[in-house]
């Protein structure tokens, strides 16, 4: 059975020139429509992901950016249905624990730290404005998950220059194989 990949946009979702929107395009990939982007609540975001992934019998990766990273910890620690999702692809985590980002975002504190119930890569940004580079190694290693560094690419967004990102579809792929 082939796996769907289902997409985690952050906060405020994903543009049309962003790596997740140019893979929804290309690859056909899904992406998790959440009800409020702006004022993102955490039990609300979870529901939502459980939703969709219980809407589908087949197994499921998850491509997370940034808030999503954060969404995809936190959903993994409470969910009964960890078991349907074959890894995660963990791109950017924002810091919703730092001081002038978490008070925008109150419900995302404390980041849920507790190792991830499937495979996992984070890629991190040494120049990341939303999360230090030591920070996103430290969740990285909380996670389980395998940690790229991707050198100076900022948020790892549309504004990195990165098109239809093939390093990323890469590590995406390496987590089907381990699947």
Not at 38 to 46: A, S, V
Not at 138 to 151: I, K, M, N, P, Q
Request: overall charge negative; charged content about 25%; proline content about 7%.
């Amino acid at each position: 059975m082939t796996p769907r990949v289902l997409v985690l946009p952050g906060w405020l979702g994903s543009g049309p020139d962003h790596w997740q929107s140019r893979w929804e395009v290309l690859y056909g990939d899904q992406r998790v429509e959440q009800h409020d982007w702006e004022t993102p609540r955490r039990g609300d975001w979870m529901a939502r992901l459980e939703e969709v992934l219980l809407q589908d019998n087949r197994p499921a990766l998850l491509v997370a950016h940034s808030l999503g990273c954060i969404l995809t910890a936190a959903w993994a620690a409470h969910s009964q249905n960890t078991a349907r999702v074959l890894g995660a692809l963990l791109v950017a985590p924002g810091d919703t624990e730092d001081p002038d980002l978490g008070p925008q975002l109150p419900s995302w504190a404390p980041i849920v730290r507790q190792p991830l119930p499937f495979s996992s890569i984070l890629v991190g940004s040494r120049n990341d404005p939303y999360c230090r580079f030591d920070k996103a190694r430290e969740l990285a290693t909380t996670w389980g998950s395998r940690f790229v560094d991707l050198g100076e690419r900022g948020h790892i967004n549309a504004e990195s220059g990165l098109g239809d990102w093939r390093t990323g579809r890469d590590l995406l792929d390496e987590l089907i194989l381990k699947a």
